[in-house]
């Protein structure tokens, strides 16, 4: 399938070779520029951070070479270090970054880590070149770049922290499971922390500026890892969101998800991600259709980036879509099973079999049933816990268990945390934990986070959310080629010249050469000529304003309906053409459309921009006049095949329109679903030669569909 190009016509940046980023990223030896006396000195605090590293550590600084400095031997300059160092962190300042990178090229050091800060975030013409300049020397040398304005990273592995927060020695859990990045250093190491309650990171990056590597070639690297399962990813914005699909192929690869969370997502968010990082944040919708492409699961929240990530790296892949709740706590079975009502989510009655073992372990007080309430005097049979999970887990419906965990005992919580692990290992499906005390850290929820196989949440509705990205991830299926339309060369060959905007009828012309269904029409430009060509139509018509100049012909008084005889037409005909002039005086008008009435039927609008990160985007929603006014609408990237579009159509709000509401007959989704597709890929192909183009409204019925209107800008 084709990806969104460029003017040039060129394609995204390929992936860093991870390989080529292990001396940089899991570092053997890490040398530290500019430490200074000072224990609070983002130099000192770095080093400090080594003093669990598996390899060597230097620190740099000519005012006390020969001494050690925070425990550590220091030397008075990266040429005199005892060897070429895999990993060279830069506490400097920005002034004095240049000539250390000339240093670090010189010894053939690994990579470098920059925290300085002032660069093109600034917005400064000057600072924005100097950022370009350390970009294009690092590329030429083949010296790998993290940063600048960045916070480091962490190879929790190597224990390596190779960063200015203190306190990296307090995270002591296990390395494996996630691996974290975020373009904002503050929110990676706040995820990173999760290691101070169990929680198994393998490795953190922050890319800050992205002067050199961006979030696709860290998070590629870590997908590396032997030890990662799953990848966390803060994203603010890149200069090619093309890159997303490069690294969601290298994910696919790798057979490992990534769970991603887009900050900015509203107007000011997105002028803070700018400002904040020199990147440009596109469109939240179209962000969202980027990571679908790319097959990534996207969570809408902060809190819920860490907890998703880990249920995916310890779930793996669902035996079957039903949710199965067991708890001690009938009211904390019946919030579960609001939640997962609210998520869409099966929630099947138990077989006959689970049942059976189900009524002989649970007092006739509770719940035999789903959701199952063991109720409190289950606590007086240890065995029945585990013998009604393992019904449920042998029952073929169920792919999933949830257990509210409604309280935190330091004597039984760590226990039946341990016997929910051991319950995962033998039943072979995840047992997810929903951690309903207020103490949040309490005992259990450690034990919990430090599992391997154990997922918690700490909000049901997240918890139901994750489950549901969970299923839909696994039932995603490799996106279908897109066959070429017969008429695509000829459409594409009859586009006009830079700048210019197709009339109504040339629009609709370009479309049904790609197999869209148009109405039928006659241009006539005169009153006498309109009556003509309505007769031989035949009534009733429409006539619509013909100006290239006007694309909104509904808010000049352009549009006539219903006119069943000639004398309607003639009199429609003035109407128009002095209602035109009156509103638009400087416009050409060029006469009418005559078009038979259109049969009736359900209005979408089919539509395409050029996006600044993606290319062309193609759009589908509820039409006619109200269609931004409902805003109810579908994105994703050009071109769709006729199953996205299809599940685009499905996802509308008014989608019941189309599919028989009230008696109201079906109309013919795969007719519906085969124009969308077509015109996705004219768009497509176009590239930047249509800037926009729209169809509005797309009449729909039982019969078909019918383009009715149309626009066509093209791009410079």
């Known amino acids: 399938m084709q990806q969104h190009r460029r003017e040039d016509e060129s394609g995204p940046e390929p992936l860093r070779d991870p390989a080529s980023l292990r001396r940089l990223l899991s570092p053997r030896s890490v040398a530290v520029v500019g430490v200074s006396a000072d224990p609070m000195g983002f130099g000192a605090r770095s080093i400090g951070n080594l003093r669990g590293f598996a390899g060597k550590a230097w620190a740099v600084n000519p005012k006390y070479a020969g001494q050690e400095l925070h425990g550590f031997p220091c030397l008075a300059s990266i040429a005199d270090l005892p060897e070429a160092p895999d990993c060279v962190l830069l506490a400097l300042p ?3 970054i240049m000539p250390a990178i000339e240093a670090c090229i010189a010894r053939r050091v690994g990579g470098v880590i920059v925290f300085a800060s002032g660069y093109g975030e600034t917005g400064l013409e000057e600072r924005i070149a100097e950022e ?21 990273i962490v190879d929790h592995v190597l224990k390596a922290g190779v960063t200015f927060m203190p306190e990296y020695a307090r995270m002591t859990a296990p390395a494996g499971g996630v691996a974290i990045t975020s373009q904002s250093g503050a929110l990676g190491y706040a995820l990173m922390q999760a290691a101070e309650r169990g929680y198994s990171v393998c490795h953190m990056t922050t890319a800050g500026n992205a002067t050199d590597l961006d979030i696709c070639d860290l998070a590629a690297y870590q997908l590396s890892m032997p030890e990662c399962r799953a990848v966390a990813l803060a994203v603010e914005g890149l200069r090619d969101g093309r890159r997303l699909a490069l690294l969601g192929e290298a994910a696919r690869r790798a057979g490992k998800p990534i769970v991603v969370l887009k900050l900015g997502r509203g107007e000011a968010g997105a002028a803070a991600a700018v400002s904040h990082t020199g990147s440009l944040a596109g469109s939240a919708a179209a962000w969202s259709a980027a990571f679908r492409r790319a097959g990534m699961v996207e969570v809408e929240d902060f809190d819920a980036l860490l907890e998703t990530a880990a249920f995916f790296a310890k779930a793996g892949a669902p035996k079957a879509k039903g949710v199965a ?14 939640h997962a009502e609210a998520q869409g989510l099966a929630m099947p009655q ?14 006739d007080f509770g719940a035999a049933r789903n959701p199952c309430d063991l109720t409190a005097q289950a606590a007086g049979d240890p065995t029945s816990f585990g013998k ?10 169920y792919g999933v268990i949830v257990y509210p965990q409604v309280y935190s005992h330091h004597l039984t919580t760590p226990g039946r945390i341990q016997e929910i692990a051991t319950l995962t290992e033998r039943g072979g499906k995840p047992i997810i934990v929903a951690w309903i005390p207020e103490l949040l850290e309490g005992p259990g929820a450690v034990a919990a986070d430090a599992s391997p196989v154990v997922p918690i949440f700490r909000s049901m509705r997240r918890l139901m959310n994750a489950v549901r990205l969970w299923l839909d991830y696994h039932e995603r299926r490799a996106a279908e080629a897109v066959a070429p339309p017969a008429g695509l060369g000829a459409a594409l060959a009859a586009l006009p010249g830079s700048g210019a905007v197709l009339t109504e009828a040339e629009a609709k012309t370009l479309f049904a050469k790609v197999g869209v269904p148009v109405v039928e029409e006659r241009r006539a430009a005169t009153p006498a000529a309109a009556a003509e060509e309505a007769a031989a139509l035949g009534f009733p018509v429409v006539l619509k304003l013909d100006s290239p100049d006007i694309a909104h012909k509904t808010e000049v008084g352009g549009v006539a309906l219903n006119l069943g005889d000639a004398d309607a037409v003639r009199s429609a005909f003035a109407r128009i053409a002095a209602s035109a002039q009156a509103h638009a005086p400087q416009a ?3 006469g009418v459309l005559v078009q038979r009435m259109s ?5 979408l609008i089919l539509g395409a921009r050029r996006d600044g990160q993606f290319g062309t985007m193609v759009l589908v929603g509820t039409g006619g006049v ?12 050009a071109p769709v095949s006729p199953a996205r579009a299809e599940e685009m159509l499905r996802s509308l709000k008014g989608f019941p329109l189309l599919d028989g509401f009230r008696g109201a007959a079906r109309a013919d989704i795969a007719a519906i679903a085969a124009a969308v597709s077509a015109f996705s890929v004219l768009v497509a192909e176009a590239g930047p030669r249509i800037e926009e183009a729209e169809v509005n409204p797309l009449i729909c019925g039982d019969w078909g569909c019918l383009a009715v209107d149309g626009l066509v800008r093209c791009g410079p």
Do not use: F, H, Y
Not at 388 to 397: I, S
């Open 94 to 96: 920005r002034t004095g």
């Open 132 to 152: 370009e300049a350390l970009r294009r020397r690092c590329r030429e040398a083949g010296l790998p770049l993290v940063g600048v304005n960045c916070l480091g």
């Open 325 to 338: 709740i067991v708890t001690a706590s009938g009211g904390a079975g019946i919030m579960a099973a609001d």
């Open 350 to 363: 138990p077989s006959p079999a689970a049942k059976a073992v189900l009524e002989a372990a649970i007092p």
């Open 388 to 397: 009604c999970v393992l019904a449920m887990m042998e029952d073929p419906q």
């Open 588 to 590: 050409r008008i060029d």
């Open 599 to 603: 049969r009736k039927g359900v209005e």
């Open 626 to 637: 109200q269609a931004e006014l409902w805003r109810d609408v579908a994105l994703d990237i």
